[in-house]
């Protein structure tokens, strides 16, 4: 059984570097904190299982956290799949069953609902939605970053849902 303390003297040196690693594979920092904390804790219980003579400790780190991330974003991703796949079915129910407000009124009232919205807000939308870019490019664009460009556009569909509700329902 080897030492807890070697694995500590070899971890604690390595972890800042770790740390900016997972940082560059995942979108946000709450994400990174919490895969080096799974990395940390299967490191620590594969540590016996490590042997130097084959890899480098820092090296064996990293390769503990791509697999981590890898894991972490096919997770995301068929997440995101069902997600999806419930709001087509919700939308298309949502529309099979509101057959009494017609497509013109709602694009008349979601029109509307745009105009009152500031340029960069009109910029934004426009951004995502007619030139179909990606949060990281709209990023770019205007000087933030893209979790705070998606966190925006959450606010301004929400935002618009809202003012659509109301101007139909009038």
Same mark, same amino acid.
């Given at each position: 059984? @080897?030492d807890?303390?070697?694995?500590?003297? +070899?971890?604690?040196p390595?972890?800042?570097? /770790?740390?900016?690693?997972?940082? %560059? &594979? $995942?979108?946000?920092? %709450?994400?990174?904190d919490d895969l080096?904390?799974?990395?940390?804790?299967?490191? =620590?219980?594969?540590?016996e299982s490590?042997?130097?003579? @084959?890899?480098?400790? #820092?090296? =064996?780190?990293?390769?503990i956290? !791509?697999? #981590?991330?890898l894991?972490?974003?096919?997770?995301?991703?068929?997440?995101?799949n &069902?997600?999806?796949?419930?709001?087509m079915?919700?939308?298309? +129910?949502?529309?099979?069953n509101?057959? %009494?407000?017609? *497509?013109d009124?709602?694009?008349?009232?979601? %029109?509307?609902?745009?105009?009152? /919205?500031s340029d960069?807000?009109?910029?934004?939308?426009?951004g995502r939605?007619?030139?179909? #870019?990606?949060s990281?490019?709209?990023?770019? &664009?205007f000087?933030? *970053?893209?979790? +705070?460009? !998606?966190?925006? &556009?959450?606010? /301004? !569909?929400?935002?618009?849902? $809202?003012?659509? $509700?109301?101007?139909? *329902?009038?």
């Open positions: 059984m @080897k807890n303390t070697e694995f500590i003297r +070899q971890f604690a390595a972890q800042h570097h /770790l740390h900016m690693y997972i940082r %560059s &594979l $995942v979108p946000n920092f %709450s994400d990174a080096l904390q799974e990395v940390a804790a299967t490191a =620590w219980t594969k540590f490590f042997d130097p003579q @084959k890899a480098e400790f #820092k090296s =064996w780190l990293f390769g956290a !791509r697999n #981590k991330a894991h972490s974003k096919r997770r995301f991703l068929r997440t995101q &069902l997600l999806n796949e419930v709001q079915i919700n939308a298309e +129910q949502f529309f099979l509101d057959s %009494s407000i017609n *497509s009124e709602r694009q008349d009232a979601l %029109s509307e609902c745009i105009n009152n /919205l960069e807000q009109k910029k934004l939308l426009l939605y007619r030139d179909k #870019k990606k990281y490019e709209l990023a770019d &664009l000087k933030r *970053s893209a979790e +705070q460009v !998606r966190i925006q &556009l959450f606010r /301004l !569909r929400k935002v618009l849902k $809202v003012c659509v $509700v109301e101007k139909i *329902s009038i």
